[in-house]
């Protein structure tokens, strides 16, 4: 009965939104037809939608879609492993997490492409470049979650651990990660879309990379040449990545633990 309902919750959440959206559709396009604004500036949302799917058809789009979820997997795996590294060097001596605490303090305000010119300087403008932006935008809100959930986790939970006989891994593993797990997901979410803001802002940046280029590259493209419902079927495009990454990644996992615990509300 309890699935039933969330269930039927979430499909009526998803039907609510889909009206929400297909209604933003239609003021859209009301506004564009009545020519108040130049075509060039607010092209009709159906010569978008066309684009959109003239681009999926050729396959230019997804190459590109395709590019991009490749390289923020790079640099989002190396900041979890990054802060999963520096987080457990902060939890084994107090100086090292007072050390880690200033540095997310003077570097977790600094957006990722801030530190743009660095990285030109340092390795140029391809590949790696790109993924160490993705990188720097999102360690710190890993770090900041991660540090934060585990120092967060009851004594009293811990002790109960130890007294079950947990000791090492087996109490991180079964105390302190479950105890942080909120704090964690949160972390995730922060640095999946400051992760994704990165690489699109690199790339309009940077250009391509190697002679080739993501979505934010063929975002810059079509503005360079005045293609200007590609450059909203591109936005569009990175909209729907992270509409889906929300509901069928994080929202499925939130669903399946900290709702399930009882650890926040529905």
Do not use: C
């Not at 250009?207 to 293609?227: D, N, Q, V």
């Amino acid at each position: 009965m309890i699935r039933l309902r969330r269930l039927v919750t979430a499909n009526v959440r998803t039907l609510r939104q889909a009206l929400f959206v297909t209604t933003l559709a239609g003021l859209w396009e009301l506004a564009a037809r009545a020519g108040r604004l130049p075509a060039l500036l607010l092209p009709p949302f159906s010569d978008v939608a066309v684009a959109l799917a003239t681009e999926t058809a050729s396959g230019e789009i997804l190459g590109r879609l395709g590019f991009s979820l490749a390289l923020v997997g790079v640099g989002l795996g190396l900041a979890v492993l990054s802060a999963v590294l520096v987080t457990a060097a902060a939890m084994s001596a107090r100086i090292v997490s007072e050390w880690v605490q200033t540095l997310m303090a003077i570097l977790h305000p600094l957006p990722g492409i801030a530190v743009l010119p660095i990285v030109i300087l340092w390795l140029g403008t391809g590949y790696r470049s790109i993924a160490a932006v993705i990188w720097f935008a999102a360690v710190w809100p890993l770090v900041v979650n991660l540090h934060t959930g585990l120092r967060s986790v009851p004594a009293t939970q811990i002790e109960v651990g130890r007294n079950l006989g947990l000791r090492g891994l087996h109490l991180v593993a079964e105390v302190l990660i479950p105890g942080a797990f909120p704090h964690i997901l949160s972390g995730m979410r922060v640095a999946w879309a400051r992760a994704w803001q990165a690489l699109v802002a690199a790339e309009m940046v940077f250009g391509a990379s190697g002679g080739e280029g993501g979505l934010g590259w063929f975002i810059y493209k079509r503005r360079f040449f005045m293609e200007i419902p590609g450059v909203f079927a591109g936005m569009i495009v990175i909209v729907l990545v992270g509409l889906i990454v929300e509901r069928a990644l994080f929202d499925s996992v939130e669903a399946r633990t900290v709702r399930r615990w009882g650890m926040t509300q529905e």
